[in-house]
């Protein structure tokens, strides 16, 4: 299984393709249910997950409009969306991959895309990462409490919701997910 191999509105593109959009108009909440049937969760609210955002829904159809993203539907929210020649051809050609892809993606924000940018140029830069390449035993139990930046005064659950979240956020990066499990079974719980 490939995961996020398609792009927001290659997916609405290809529901529109599903519901029969290469020869009549498919109406955009139509499109929304099924892009969640889909990818479950892709395009749901941030704060109310078991919610579609059809705003979401109806701007990435709108990209799918847009030259530069193929040109693959016309339409709109209020007359219904219909492939393109280049949508009815991108559709074909991709349908069968769709079932091979892992689409589900939790929805970001901005704030949060950010700071994991942050946080993982932080942790690629820090020095206990070249440390771990030589000798993981030798990491003292400040150099791993550095790396996640809590220190005898971050305690309790401040110091564990710190850690857990840089876990679960980077558990399964190919670049730091395996210093992230090690190092965060080096810091002692206080």
């Known amino acids: 299984m490939k995961n996020q191999s398609f792009a927001n509105h290659e997916i609405v593109t290809l529901a529109v393709y599903i519901l029969g959009g290469e020869s009549k108009e498919i109406d955009t909440e139509d499109i929304a249910m099924k892009v969640n049937e889909l990818a479950p969760g892709r395009f749901n609210w941030r704060k109310y997950h078991d919610q ?50 892992i689409l589900t993606r939790k929805s ?35 150099e791993a409490e550095s ?21 679960n956020t980077y558990r399964d990066d190919p670049d730091i997910g395996k210093a992230v499990v090690i190092l965060a079974g080096k810091v002692p719980k206080k």
Request: charged share 30%; glycine share 6%.
């Open 52 to 101: 579609i955002n059809i705003e979401n829904v109806r701007t990435f159809l709108s990209d799918a409009k847009k030259i530069k993203n193929g040109a693959y539907l016309l339409g709109s929210g209020k007359k219904g969306w219909l492939l393109t020649e280049k949508g009815v051809t991108f559709a074909k050609q991709n349908l069968k991959e769709l079932n091979n892809t």
């Open 108 to 142: 970001i924000s901005q704030e949060e895309r950010r700071w994991m940018h942050r946080e993982k140029s932080r942790m690629l830069t820090h020095p206990v990462l070249e440390k771990m390449k030589h000798d993981q035993d030798m990491i003292t139990v400040q």
């Open 147 to 167: 790396f996640f930046r809590v220190d005898d005064y971050i305690t309790g659950t401040a110091r564990e919701k710190r850690i857990v979240r840089i876990l």
